[in-house]
C-alpha cells in the first residue's frame, strides 16, 4: 500500500507566477483534500475533491483552484502568487464511506516559497 | 481555525500525564478528530470521537461532549518523542471536510 505523495518537495516563485502542485492519493482512497500550513499554524482546509468535482472550499481566494484526475490524483493551482502565499501545501487523501471513513492520510507537503 | 480553541503551549515531565483541552462552535460540526504532527513533518491520525464520552487507545484517549463543544485528549506515561504538536480537528458538517486548530505544542522535559 503506497502512501499519499506530493510534488515538488521545494519550490521558489516569484510574486504574480503561477504554480502548481501535484498529489497521488493512497491506493483505495477516492477522496482528496488540500490544506496550507503557515509557520506554527494548524493547516488551514483549502478545498476538497470527491469523484473529480469540488466538493466543500474554506476561505480562500479563486485564484486557488484544483482538478481531481480519473485516478484519484490531485493538482492544487495558485495564480497571481502573492508573498503570504508562503506556505506548507499539504495534500490529504481519504476515502468516503465504509471503515475508516474520512480519516485523512497526508503526504509530506510541499514548501512553497514566494519572494 | 474556525473558532476552534486549544492552548499554544504545554510542558510536561517523561512519565507523567497531561491533558490537552480542545472547544470548538458546536453547529456544523460532527464528532472530532486528533492528529499529532512532529516538528517539520506531516500530521497523523491519532483518534476520531464520533459519539460522546472516551475513546481508550493504549497511552492516548480522547473524550468528546458534543453538546458542550468540548474535547480533550489525555496522554499518560509520556514519552520524549510525544513531543509534538496535538491538533483538535472538528470534521464540518458532512464529517468529510476536516478543519484544524492552530494546535498545541507539547514539549516533554526529562
Known amino acids: 500500500e503506497t502512501g499519499v505523495t506530493q510534488s515538488p518537495t521545494h519550490l521558489i516563485k516569484t510574486r504574480g507566477q503561477q504554480v502548481t502542485l501535484r498529489c497521488s492519493s493512497q491506493s483505495g482512497h477516492n477522496t482528496v483534500s488540500w490544506y496550507q500550513q503557515a509557520l506554527g499554524q494548524g493547516p488551514q482546509f483549502i478545498f476538497q475533491?470527491?469523484?473529480?468535482?469540488?466538493?466543500g472550499r474554506g476561505n480562500f481566494p479563486p485564484r486557488f483552484s484544483g482538478l481531481q484526475f480519473p485516478n484519484y490524483s490531485s493538482e492544487l493551482n495558485v495564480n497571481a502568487l502573492e508573498l503570504d502565499d508562503s506556505a506548507l501545501y499539504l495534500c490529504?487523501?481519504?476515502?468516503?464511506?465504509?471503515?475508516?471513513?474520512?480519516?485523512?492520510?497526508f503526504g509530506a507537503g510541499s514548501r512553497l516559497t514566494v519572494l | 481555525g474556525q473558532n476552534i480553541d486549544q492552548p499554544t503551549e504545554m510542558t510536561a515531565t517523561e512519565g507523567a500525564i497531561v491533558q490537552i483541552n480542545c472547544t470548538y462552535q458546536?453547529?456544523?460540526?460532527?464528532?472530532l478528530f486528533w492528529y499529532q504532527q512532529h516538528a517539520g513533518e506531516a500530521p497523523t491520525f491519532l483518534s476520531y470521537?464520533?459519539?460522546?464520552g472516551l475513546e481508550e487507545k493504549g497511552r492516548f484517549s480522547s473524550f468528546l461532549s458534543r453538546s458542550k463543544g468540548y474535547s480533550y485528549l489525555l496522554l499518560k506515561e509520556l514519552q520524549m518523542k510525544d513531543s509534538a504538536s496535538y491538533l483538535c480537528a472538528p470534521p464540518l458538517g458532512s464529517a468529510s471536510k476536516i478543519i484544524f486548530g492552530s494546535g498545541t505544542r507539547l514539549s516533554i522535559r526529562p
Open positions: 470521537n464520533v459519539l460522546d
Open positions: 490529504a487523501s481519504s476515502l468516503a464511506g465504509g471503515e475508516g471513513a474520512n480519516v485523512l492520510t
Open positions: 475533491y470527491y469523484r473529480e468535482e469540488e466538493n
Open positions: 458546536t453547529s456544523g460540526f460532527n464528532g
